[in-house]
């Protein structure tokens, strides 16, 4: 359950009351404390009863609170840390790029994590199911992908392409000279185009894993198209985003569906496959709890 304190600082608890398990998300929020409308308990940011309404005495007692997580806004967004005893604090990239046009979008992928981060990360992918909006199917030049592995992220630096044959570099690739993607612990995906060391367009999609192959994404992309104001950049940045989305949501689906059909997955992969080996082991490492050993190796390829 997510409100504001009497300052404006994001509280996060968790969404059950102490009283009588009801949602606190049902309740409204007095002074920045968090009202139940049942019988009028009142939690502040901390999770502390701070009133129940018709008792005398102290509200207080470590009986009447309800969990409550750290919580940061940063960006436009607010980060919440379930895990008290986490080792991930917020992602340390920017989260815009140079430009004030900003589109938000939130869509769902049928899918394990690793193969929605792989979707939106691969660049081979991108002459087939994004045909005219990432690249065309036509010509490819010759590339080099630098691919860098640390404690807690990998990322592609592709060099050599310059800008790209879709839709989107028309739009926003004046002057681009690489494009890197990254993938960054726990489960933070970026697609960043540069032009003179300066970001262009930055694309960032945060995955939240619901169930076990169902994944709720929330995406959010900036950049400018000079001389247009933002406001009149945001609408095709938008529009780019959920066509895009939609098309990712149609190639994993059948994806998934004939993994299920065949009774699991059966793999080949190929030096192309940048990016999938070295999420998974960074995933891996993060879960056992074990430091990632950081790599650094070139790929060659045409796109």
């Keep these: 359950m997510l409100f504001r304190t009497a300052e404006g600082h994001p509280a996060v608890l968790r969404d059950r009351c102490a009283h009588r398990n009801a949602p606190l998300s049902a309740g409204w929020v007095i002074d920045g404390t968090l009202v139940w409308p049942d019988h009028g308990w009142r939690f502040d940011r901390a999770g502390v009863c701070q009133g129940v309404p018709g008792r005398c005495g102290v509200a207080a007692h470590a009986s009447r609170s309800v969990p409550a997580y750290s919580a940061v806004e940063q960006g436009g967004l607010v980060w919440v840390r379930l895990d008290p005893e986490g080792q991930h604090g917020l992602p340390e990239t920017q989260t815009r790029a140079r430009g004030d046009a900003v589109a938000m979008g939130e869509f769902r992928l049928t899918a394990s994590l690793i193969d929605g981060l792989e979707n939106f990360l691969d660049p081979t992918h991108t002459h087939f199911v994004h045909t ?24 592609a630096e592709y060099i050599g392409e310059g800008r790209q044959s879709g839709l989107v570099s028309r739009l926003f690739g004046a002057g681009i000279d690489r494009s890197v993607g990254r993938f960054i612990l726990p489960a933070i995906a970026e697609l960043e185009y540069l032009a003179a060391g300066k970001s262009r367009l930055l694309i960032r999609l945060f995955f939240s894993p619901e169930r076990e192959r169902e994944l709720r994404v929330f995406a959010i992309a900036s950049g400018s198209v000079a001389p247009l104001p933002a406001w009149m950049v945001v609408p095709p940045l938008r529009a780019i985003l959920q066509l895009v989305a939609r098309q990712d949501q149609r190639i994993l689906a059948l994806q998934l ?24 082991r960074l995933l891996r490492a993060d879960a056992a709890g074990e430091p990632a050993t950081p790599f650094a190796r070139q790929v060659d390829l045409l796109l």
Excluded: C, K, W, Y
Aim: aromatic share 4%.
């Design 132 to 155: 005219g909006v990432v690249r065309d199917g036509g010509s490819r030049r010759r590339v080099t992908a630098l691919v860098r592995g640390g404690h807690d992220r990998v990322e």
């Design 257 to 280: 569906a004939n993994i299920e059909r065949f009774g699991g997955e059966q793999f080949s992969s190929t030096e192309l496959d940048i990016m999938r080996p070295h999420m998974l």
